[in-house]
């Protein structure tokens, strides 16, 4: 396994639509197994294909950061289907280290995804689960979380994290 390098924050890669994963192969099963490594050398909750540079609807999500591989899943070109409540919390993007603020989301988000055999799935996640459901699945819509927030405020996290990433 391979810790990728991960795009940043300007790189106009970030804000492509991605493609649909089409048959499962070899390569999209190593693709995964990098992410995953990548994601938690970095700590993340998550890691979305388009920040490694892959143009697709693929996207990894672990929630115990490497704890419980029963976590683990993969997102396939996913989709959200229902969305109920809000939970206000700390959000952050491993595109943008250093910067985490507290943005508006679902509280529980259920969505379709495909698994590696074609077949459609249901998932239904709350709380941190949710939140990364929208957050990886934006990544695939060429959408970061920053994005939310209006041009004053965008520009203030802009500096923050340029200053930040300036060591
Ligand atoms: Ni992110």
Same mark, same amino acid.
Request: a negative charge; one cysteine or more.
């Given at each position: 396994?391979?810790?990728?390098? #991960?795009?940043?924050?300007?790189?106009? $890669?970030?804000?492509?639509?991605?493609? @649909? #994963?089409?048959?499962w192969?070899?390569? /999209?099963?190593?693709? +995964?197994?990098?992410?995953?490594e990548?994601?938690?050398?970095?700590?993340?909750?998550?890691?979305?294909?388009?920040? +490694?540079?892959?143009?697709?609807? /693929?996207?990894?999500?672990?929630?115990?950061?490497? =704890? @419980?591989?029963?976590? $683990?899943? #993969?997102?396939?070109? *996913?989709?959200i289907?229902?969305?109920? &409540?809000?939970?206000?919390?700390?959000?952050?993007?491993?595109?943008? *280290?250093?910067?985490?603020? #507290?943005?508006?989301?679902?509280?529980?988000?259920?969505?379709?995804?495909?698994?590696?055999? &074609?077949?459609?799935?249901?998932?239904?996640? =709350? @709380?941190?689960?949710?939140?990364?459901?929208?957050?990886?699945?934006?990544?695939?819509?060429?959408?970061?979380? +920053?994005?939310?927030? &209006?041009? +004053?405020?965008?520009?203030?996290?802009?500096?923050?994290?340029?200053?930040?990433? $300036?060591?």
């Amino acid at each position: 396994m391979t810790v990728l390098p #991960v795009l940043t924050w300007g790189d106009p $890669r970030l804000k492509k639509n991605s493609e @649909d #994963v089409g048959e499962w192969t070899p390569e /999209l099963e190593q693709l +995964v197994a990098d992410m995953l490594e990548t994601s938690l050398y970095e700590e993340g909750v998550g890691l979305a294909a388009p920040q +490694v540079g892959v143009n697709l609807n /693929l996207a990894v999500i672990d929630c115990s950061c490497g =704890e @419980d591989l029963n976590q $683990r899943i #993969v997102l396939i070109n *996913p989709e959200i289907t229902a969305e109920e &409540g809000i939970q206000t919390g700390p959000e952050g993007c491993l595109s943008i *280290p250093g910067v985490r603020e #507290v943005l508006d989301r679902p509280q529980k988000v259920t969505i379709r995804n495909r698994a590696r055999d &074609g077949s459609w799935h249901e998932l239904t996640g =709350e @709380d941190l689960l949710a939140r990364a459901f929208c957050h990886e699945i934006d990544h695939l819509r060429g959408r970061l979380f +920053v994005e939310y927030f &209006g041009p +004053v405020k965008r520009q203030y996290l802009q500096r923050k994290y340029q200053k930040q990433s $300036r060591g």
